[in-house]
């Protein structure tokens, strides 16, 4: 039962354009979500969160957008260099339970 | 300076033998969490402690057994291998072990446990 999905496996950009990576998830009980980044041979590392009462939050060149009433959430990278190149890892938890959900990944490609 | 550290990388073992990996993290977190990522890429939360007290196991095998012997170190022993163990076993930890907004889990290198 996945409750967090991420559809693409992999995305392919340009250096300098827009990367968009999506999730969804299925449990209307998530109210915090995190990306992560990972390098192949390294664990993952904390990107960006949000919590359920916004709907965007930025840092720098990574924005994230929640949908709740979609239970879409979505990482835009602007713009995309080639060191963005690795698996972004969504992630998701309810309340003050510990346990995180993960998605399984998309493999982001950033073409020089 | 490595903060949350495992030992070790890879770890090559027949079935049936017993192993154990290592974690330690030097950021003085209170909690800290085993994962394992199987084949299908999913990472998978297996058991979490805060200050040395059990706070999450989800449904593994008895014979993976968490050991923590103060808050800065999570050791995972398994007994009895399967082939089916073989994965990417990830520690982590975080700060604050409420699951707040500021709880980030900080992650390992991850051991590459490979079973003959």
């Known amino acids: 039962d996945q409750q967090v999905k991420q559809n693409s496996p992999s995305l392919s950009v340009q250096e300098g354009r827009i990367s968009i990576l999506n999730c969804d998830y299925t449990?209307?009980?998530?109210?915090?979500f995190l990306w992560y980044k990972k390098y192949p041979a390294e664990g993952p590392t904390f990107l960006i969160s949000?919590?359920?009462?916004?709907d965007k939050n930025e840092d720098g060149r990574f924005t994230v957008f929640l949908n709740k009433s979609a239970k879409h959430l979505s990482l835009h990278i602007v713009p995309s260099q080639p060191g963005d190149s690795a698996v972004y890892f969504c992630a998701a938890r309810s309340g003050s339970n510990y346990k995180l959900t993960f998605g399984k990944g998309t493999l982001l490609t950033v073409n020089p | 300076d490595t903060a949350v550290s495992q030992t070790p990388k890879y770890l090559v073992t027949q079935m049936g033998n017993d192993k154990s990996i290592k974690c330690e993290q030097n950021?003085?977190?209170?909690?800290m969490y085993w994962y394992k990522q199987d084949s299908k890429k999913f990472l998978k939360i297996m058991f979490s402690y805060n200050n040395k007290e059990l706070i999450i196991n989800e449904t593994v095998p008895n014979r993976f057994s968490p050991k923590s012997p103060d808050k800065a170190h999570l050791n995972l022993h398994i007994n009895s291998l399967e082939l089916g163990d073989s994965a990417v076993y990830f520690c982590?930890?975080?700060?604050f072990g409420a699951g707040g907004p500021g709880d980030t889990q900080y992650f390992g290198p991850g051991t590459r446990l490979t079973v003959l």
């Open positions: 950021l003085g977190h209170d909690t």
């Open positions: 949000i919590s359920s009462i916004k």
């Open positions: 449990n209307s009980m998530f109210d915090y």
């Open positions: 982590a930890s975080s700060p």
